[in-house]
């Protein structure tokens, strides 16, 4: 029983959680309409987890630094929902229906799987900080391109009128949103929790050592950018959908740094952790907006930026680690399960391979002894010699 | 224009490697190298080194700093590409192959400095080494979808793990993170995932650096072990002479990039050169 728990909150806890607050919010909706701007944070919030999601693929798990990914929810937003306009025109209907959302997503998430493809074969064999700044330039330029646009087409610098479902309530929307984080979710833990997933993170130890393992390193990389690119797309046409029109300076290069920072917060290598980040950001940024208005207005990046900040100091600052410790989450948790704490469960913990340690145990692991161990015993010069610097 | 039309013409050659015509030969052989040199730049790094390795032999690279060693072995695993020379596998060219192919087709690698999956636990470190044998075969869509297959292949990769860390001495501490198992154990991990890739040849990059007398001995032991139970062909570089001369039934000694001498351990160590490699005059 316990044994079966623990599995249970260790596969489908977040999907458990997630389909509990579509349940709710499905009731809530029916019973009494939420206000709009309530409607619209929430579609806010499902556009970002699964940017969050697609982004952690990339960053969390392969290890690699992609600064462009608005770029891709650009893709997706203006190709799907061009896609979907044409359909309506075509079609004589008067709004989109669920048939033409599919077949938008489908098109949104292509277009901007192809585009993943494209600059990841020409990109993946660059690492660390080029392939950044090659991402980064990619997300300018799709940015360009929209915004220069035909306006007969892509409606250029104003932006593309968006389809929408034509109705009153607006909340459906947001009910398809988080049925998408759930299908998002779905198999982004399942590609991790496969054999792939391994290979994945193997690359992102240890490259190296991955490829003399036998792993093939581009293909893997290749896989995992395309996966998060079409996510981006699906992320896109949802966003299309939930704002009119569709401007392509939203998807600048500060959004793509949003979405980073989401994951940043969230634990490289979360899941679940960068979930809750994306919620917290979005409103956090939606409540600023709200509350700030007028001449405060421009207060509102300073005030981000600070409770950014001190997130940060939060989750990194050596001086609050015996804080952390005493109340986080899990403590919290199993004090409400009244569970004892048990040392042999922590190593346990430890071992799963798809969380990262937090910088503070990472902290501990390349605290100086063992450094010094390392270097004693391992000749960090070999390193050098491995690949032929000093030959 | 032209130097720009130029060089995508470079950049697109060199996404898409030419194949090399790989012929076969007919060898006694497990591994059997034919002049196998490299130079970066005007450096010889690395010159006509014959080695030719029976099966199930333990054979010994040794040599001074700088001599070779393991540019010899990055050579052999696709690393780099020999510049002069090729180098059969059981009569098999391996010229040109990339490193992931090198390891398909049976040659598996340690490192001198480990370099293990760290954040990875034991157990999981050894099913990335499983990775791509055909009974394991599962794509990408059927573990997504969560096919039977999945489950089936994900326990038979598990058992077949298990298995692995048992002959290591490795299956009590299989749920633990690799980088916090003790060093001597590091090592054992870093064979038994190169074990798993199912070699013909397995490279042991100074199995022993680091390790106390007693470690040594044990270290010893395990690779008879692995030679007689996988029936496995190892090559091994290391500068522990009494290591060398009790474990290795062969020995090469190279210096400068060049072969200095070879032959049974005794043979080569007491050959006059190589004395004077080691010692001076």
């Known amino acids: 029983m316990k044994k079966s728990l623990k599995s249970f909150t260790k596969h489908y806890l977040n999907y458990s959680v997630i389909g509990a607050i579509l349940i709710v919010f499905s009731i809530i909706s029916l019973v009494s309409p939420m206000k709009t701007s309530m409607v619209f944070l929430f579609q806010q919030i499902t556009v970002a987890v699964i940017m969050a999601l697609s982004l952690s693929l990339v960053v969390g798990f392969l290890g690699e630094l992609s600064l462009g990914h608005a770029g891709f929810m650009s893709i997706g937003a203006y190709l799907g929902g061009k896609i979907a306009l044409v359909i309506i025109e075509a079609g004589d209907l008067k709004s989109s229906n669920i048939l033409v959302f599919i077949v938008a997503v489908l098109v949104g998430a292509a277009c901007a799987a192809l585009c993943g493809f494209i600059v990841g074969f020409a990109a993946l064999r660059l690492r660390g900080d080029y392939l950044a700044i090659v991402t980064l330039a990619f997300g300018e330029i799709v940015r360009v391109i929209f915004t220069h646009s035909d306006p007969e087409s892509f409606g250029g610098a104003l932006g593309l009128k968006s389809p929408s479902f034509g109705m009153k309530e607006t909340f459906v929307l947001v009910i398809i949103g988080i049925l998408l984080i759930l299908f998002t979710l779905f198999v982004i833990q399942n590609l991790l929790r496969s054999k792939a997933g391994r290979a994945i993170t193997a690359i992102r130890d240890n490259e190296i050592a991955a490829k003399a393992t036998g792993i093939n390193v581009t293909k893997h990389k290749l896989m995992v950018f395309v996966i998060s690119a079409a996510f981006a797309g699906v992320a896109g046409v949802l966003f299309s959908y939930a704002n009119s029109p569709v401007k392509a300076d939203t998807f600048d290069y500060n959004y793509s740094i949003e979405i980073l920072v989401m994951v940043v917060l969230g634990g490289m290598g979360s899941i679940n952790g960068s979930i809750i980040s994306a919620v917290l950001i979005t409103v956090l940024n939606n409540r600023l907006t709200t509350i700030l208005t007028g001449d405060n207005a421009v207060f509102k990046d300073l005030f981000y930026a600070v409770i950014l900040i001190l997130i940060v100091i939060y989750n990194n600052a050596p001086g609050l680690k015996g804080f952390r410790e005493k109340y986080n989450l899990k403590n919290f948790m199993n004090k409400i399960l009244k569970k004892k704490h048990d040392p042999s469960e922590i190593t346990n913990d430890a071992a799963r391979w798809d969380v990262v340690p937090t910088k503070i145990e990472m902290n501990e692991v390349l605290s100086t002894d063992i450094v010094v161990d390392k270097v004693g015993r391992g000749d960090d010069s070999a390193d050098i010699r491995e690949r032929g610097g000093n030959k | ?281």
């Open chain 2, 1 to 281: 224009m032209a130097k720009f039309i130029d060089s995508v013409k470079k950049y697109v050659k060199d996404l898409f490697p030419q194949k090399i015509q790989r012929k076969t030969i007919e060898s006694d052989y497990v591994l059997e190298t034919e002049n196998l040199g490299i130079s970066f730049g005007g450096l010889k790094a690395v010159q006509s080194v014959n080695l030719k390795i029976k099966k199930n032999e333990i054979y010994g690279l040794v040599g001074p700093n700088g001599a070779g060693k393991t540019t010899v072995f990055n050579l052999l695993t696709g690393v780099y590409q020999p510049t002069e020379g090729t180098f059969y596998l059981s009569g098999e060219e391996f010229r040109g192959l990339p490193q992931e192919q090198t390891n398909h087709k049976g040659i598996a690698r340690t490192f001198q400095n480990i370099r293990l999956f760290n954040n990875m636990s034991v157990v999981r470190n050894v099913m990335v080494g499983l990775h791509n044998q055909d009974e394991y075969k599962c794509t990408v869509l059927e573990s997504v979808l969560r096919l039977p297959r999945h489950f089936r292949i994900e326990k038979k990769m598990r058992e077949r793990a298990k298995e692995l860390l048992d002959i290591f001495g490795l299956k009590e501490e299989r749920n633990n993170l690799a980088c916090n198992l003790p060093y001597g154990k590091q090592r054992k991990l870093e064979i038994a995932r190169a074990l798993a890739t199912n070699p013909k040849l397995l490279l042991l990059d100074e199995p022993a650096a680091g390790m106390n007398p007693n470690e040594t001995e044990d270290l010893m032991d395990t690779i008879r072990l692995i030679r007689d139970k996988f029936d496995m062909t190892i090559l091994l570089i290391e500068h522990d002479l009494k290591f060398v001369s009790g474990l290795c039934d062969r020995i090469t000694v190279l210096n400068f990039g060049t072969v200095l001498a070879e032959g049974t351990a005794e043979e080569a160590l007491n050959d006059p050169e190589v004395v004077k490699a080691y010692i001076g005059n």
